[in-house]
């Protein structure tokens, strides 16, 4: 069994045929899926796809990218996250690909979400792209105001920041992009990454794996990840999906198993 730690169940993607997704991603071997928050103005629709299924739960958050034009605090977070459903916090983060908003806000944001992990108890969920150097200042310095847990999720950053998560005891997930034929060095920190610390993802309806790059993504997609990922560790597929979903249920602590 797999299970896809990062999806976005709620965009109108999936409308058309999501009895048909939900159906593939069962026949696929996908035992749960965790549909994300990106603002809190659809979080309804998030949580709602969460509370229709028993094997799909969700987290709450504002994406880095809308930053600039939604803003929380620690407690309206914590208070969203007391649903049973809600089991992690994010996505945040940062993104300076895009910029889609300012730095300043973003950085604000991602403060404002890993204190609501903090006092919730529940995982964060980051998203850095082109953003390295300041996701590690952020979450050493908040590190050191006191522990919380993590997951660098959809990771396509550096050896540096993958080896600076492990050191602060934090989760690493892979989605679709491992298998992109110009993923080299990111196939080469994966390999040397310990196995206990992984999670695998699909970001679906985003970054589709190889052999349905270009299409839209969904969570059945996710062997196709567990299979490079087997590939790259040098494992079988099975033991890849065991471990990841150990790692999966040893992060997200209020997903019963």
Do not use: W
């Not at 990106?38 to 987290?59: G, I, Q, W």
């Amino acid at each position: 069994m797999l299970i896809d730690s990062h999806c976005h169940l709620d965009y109108p993607d999936f409308e058309p045929d999501f009895a048909d997704i939900m159906s593939r991603a069962r026949d696929a071997g996908v035992e749960k899926m965790l549909t994300i928050g990106t603002r809190l103005s659809t979080f309804d629709k998030v949580l709602a796809v969460a509370e229709r299924f028993d094997n799909v739960y969700c987290t709450v958050g504002i994406h880095p990218h809308e930053a600039g034009t939604e803003t929380t605090d620690v407690a309206r977070l914590v208070e969203l996250a007391q649903h049973p459903k809600v089991v992690g916090i994010g996505e945040t983060g940062l993104d300076y690909f895009y910029d889609k908003s300012p730095r300043r806000a973003q950085r604000a944001n991602f403060r404002t979400h890993i204190a609501a992990a903090r006092d919730s108890g529940l995982p964060l969920i980051v998203h850095t792209r082109d953003a390295d150097a300041d996701t590690h200042v952020v979450l050493a310095a908040e590190m050191a105001t006191g522990p919380f847990n993590a997951l660098l999720h959809c990771f396509s950053s550096g050896r540096q920041l993958a080896e600076r998560a492990l050191q602060f005891g934090f989760y690493i997930s892979f989605s679709g992009i491992i298998t992109f034929a110009k993923s080299d060095e990111l196939r080469e920190i994966a390999a040397g990454l310990p196995l206990d610390r992984l999670l695998v993802e699909t970001d679906a309806p985003y970054l589709a794996p190889v052999p349905h790059r270009g299409h839209r993504n969904e969570p059945s997609f996710i062997t196709h990840t567990a299979k490079s990922l087997a590939e790259v560790k040098k494992v079988s597929v099975e033991e890849v999906s065991k471990a990841t979903s150990d790692n999966f249920y040893r992060l997200f602590t209020k997903v019963p198993r």
